[in-house]
């Protein structure tokens, strides 16, 4: 189960719904994923949905990634853009002081990106929260993850953090959600809970 929100429907409460699951065929690989919802508002949501996916909760609280992943975020959307600016005042001197309207958007962007990574977890769902271009939250059944990914970088590690990546097979293709810079205890307490259900399996 998938939730889109783009910048402006966020600010107004609303969202798109999807739901990704096995089923596709080779003729029409498209075919698991299916809009169910394509504007709602979200408070709306599990009323309209609840009575016909009863397996699925749709919570609202979710914890947040910790407060020392914030600097990253915004250094990560920086990449980029740093170096145009200072290129830019440079060669155009006090036009080039336009750009830093950009930077300030690009690091806007970036805080909003930690304010909306989150994730939780109950007996047997997992979900996670992030943003790209728009606000991704998706609701995972526990029994139809494919596989969990924990990753740590160098930066990371000496943070105490670590990314979290969850795959599920849709079709003949995959889907899932990532959360970057979650608390590293975090990442082990998911990945402990799908191991549990993993051994299952075995």
Do not use: C
């Not at 009575?51 to 990449?79: D, G, H």
């Not at 690091?107 to 939780?120: E, H, M, P, Q, R």
């Amino acid at each position: 189960m998938r939730i889109n929100e783009n910048i402006v429907r966020q600010w107004l409460g609303y969202g798109s719904v999807s739901v990704e699951s096995a089923g596709g065929s080779a003729s029409n690989k498209e075919g698991s994923k299916v809009l169910l919802l394509p504007l709602v508002k979200l408070k709306d949501i599990e009323h309209i949905l609840g009575p016909y996916l009863t397996e699925y909760q749709f919570t609202s609280s979710f914890t947040s990634v910790p407060k020392k992943a914030m600097n990253r975020y915004i250094f990560r959307s920086w990449y980029i853009v740093v170096p145009l600016v200072m290129v830019s005042i440079v060669f155009f001197k006090v036009w080039g002081l336009l750009s830093l309207i950009i930077l300030a958007l690009v690091t806007f962007w970036g805080v909003l990106k930690y304010k909306d990574a989150g994730w939780s977890l109950d007996d047997h769902q997992l979900s996670l929260r992030y943003r790209s271009m728009v606000r991704t939250t998706v609701f995972i059944r526990k029994n139809k993850i494919q596989s969990l990914e924990m990753r740590e970088s160098y930066f990371q590690r000496r943070k105490d953090l670590a990314t979290l990546e969850a795959f599920v097979k849709v079709g003949f293709g995959g889907a899932g959600g990532r959360v970057i810079d979650m608390d590293r205890m975090d990442v082990r307490k998911v990945y402990t809970w799908f191991s549990r259900e993993a051994e299952k399996r075995d």
